[in-house]
């Protein structure tokens, strides 16, 4: 880690501005930061500190949804008793994160900015091929040891998987990132890697983001959250899925459903396929299971990541049979 230089910001103006110089990058929880800088992939020349900044931490769940600060902590958003009723989808997701340690530090704002966890990218001594970190290099993943990487929205430049599970729930429940500067779809938010994968999201250099908007439904107040992983702590999914199931009055026709995935994909994935032939069929295994083979259309696998494709038509298969007491 190389020496940079420190700013309080007192301000998310100040911040922002200050920001936007080359070699600035924001502090917030620090999780990711330090964890990057110690490796060696991130050397800022200057970290502006924005943990104090009043008025970002907030957590506000009404009849309309949810706004959260983007500074309030993952362990503080999981465990608020508005959040787990309306969002229990968001509240397990966060509470399969990480440890404890990281999720009383972590804040949401970074929990959705977070690098992948794909070694070649994390090594730069010994893979310096990685069009994330060091663009038109090439990939040192593909043709490598592939387990933990991506079969949907890859490209021939990166196949790294985006590791988050707050932002799998947000997508299947059409959130908004709100910035200092304008409002964002979170489906749109964030990038497949084509050509550019260092660049992972919109966000623009010396934007900041404020607070994350979810909007009340039916679906997000019936929802689960499943990740299957390699053992049952500090672990990242294999594969995992937000599921928001909402039914009709005769109680086994579905009016509503919501399908996301992750640990399969460059970045958190709504599987509309899944979702569309659903809606206004009954409730039963046979259709659910098919409907979850849908999941995986296009998927690309190299190698070692192969088994994630049947993985992922199961876990969403099971949690939708979950979600509506079949299983």
Not at 108 to 119: A, E
Not at 199 to 212: D, M, P
Not at 278 to 301: C, T
Request: glycine share 10%.
């Amino acid at each position: 880690m190389r020496n940079f230089s420190y700013l309080r910001a007192t301000s998310a103006t100040e911040a922002g501005q200050a920001a936007q110089q080359a070699g600035a990058m924001l502090l917030a929880g620090g999780t990711t930061l330090l964890d990057l800088a110690k490796c060696g992939v991130s050397e800022p020349e200057t970290v502006i500190d924005i943990t104090h900044l009043s008025g970002m931490g907030s957590i506000v769940v009404d009849t309309a949804g949810a706004r959260i600060g983007a500074l309030a902590r993952m362990s503080e958003v999981a465990d608020h008793k508005d959040i787990r009723a309306a969002f229990p989808a968001v509240s397990e997701s966060l509470s399969l994160a990480a440890s404890a340690q990281l999720r009383n530090m972590a804040t949401i704002g970074g929990n959705l900015l977070q690098r992948t966890r794909c070694s070649y990218f994390r090594d730069p001594g010994a893979f310096p091929a990685c069009n994330k970190r060091n663009p038109g290099s090439g990939c040192s993943a593909i043709g490598g040891v592939t387990r933990n990487h991506a079969v949907l929205g890859t490209s021939e430049a990166c196949i790294a998987s985006y590791p988050g599970d707050l932002a799998v729930a947000l997508v299947a429940f059409d959130a908004v990132v709100e910035t200092d500067s304008r409002k964002l779809a979170i489906d749109d938010f964030f990038l497949c890697p084509g050509d550019t994968p260092d660049r992972e999201t919109l966000l623009q250099r010396g934007e900041i983001i404020i607070a994350i908007d979810i909007p009340a439904s039916a679906a997000a107040r019936n929802s689960t959250y499943l990740k299957v992983r390699d053992r049952q702590s500090y672990e990242f999914a294999a594969a995992s899925a937000a599921i928001g199931l909402e039914l009709e009055a005769d109680g086994r026709t579905i009016r509503d459903i919501r399908v996301a995935l992750g640990g399969v994909a460059a970045k958190p994935w709504r599987a509309r396929a899944v979702e569309q032939a659903l809606v206004g069929k009954a409730l039963e295994a046979d259709a659910v299971e098919k409907a979850g083979r849908l999941a995986m259309e296009g998927a690309v696998a190299h190698g070692g990541n192969r088994y994630k494709i049947e993985l992922a038509q199961r876990v969403v298969a099971r949690a939708i049979l979950k979600m509506g007491g079949l299983a």
